[in-house]
């Protein structure tokens, strides 16, 4: 059975740094794209950031220019690093993994909180 295990999550102060990280723990085929959703209270859940298998980045407007998306294929980890933090960022963050068509299967983590406050 496959799990995503987050950690990293975690109290900070404005313009403080966390860096989440998810792995697996079991074998997943046909990874394609890697990536982090993050859901404030009373907020739809939005995507964060994404990878692809090749490395290509995408970010929400709000995070970009902050924020790093990277991943490990041998690990099947991924990692967010979260640099000049605001307030507005506070949120539960969830990673997700995503296989190739037509597998088209999703894999989630357990979701982890990242609170920003002074």
């Known amino acids: 059975q496959v799990q995503l295990v987050e950690s990293g999550g975690g109290l900070v102060q404005p313009g403080g740094s966390l860096r989440l990280s998810c792995a697996a723990s079991g074998v997943i085929f046909n990874i394609n794209t890697m990536g982090w959703y993050r859901q404030a209270p009373g907020k739809q859940r939005e995507l964060v950031a994404a990878i692809s298998s090749g490395g290509s980045t995408n970010y929400a407007d709000s995070v970009m220019g902050r924020f790093t998306i990277s991943r490990d294929n041998a690990k099947n980890t991924v990692y967010l690093q979260m640099n000049s933090l605001k307030r507005e960022d506070t949120a539960v963050y969830y990673c997700?993994?995503?296989?190739?068509?037509?597998?088209?299967?999703?894999?989630w983590g357990q979701g982890t909180q990242v609170t920003v406050s002074s």
């Open positions: 997700h993994i995503a296989t190739t068509p037509p597998d088209d299967i999703g894999y």
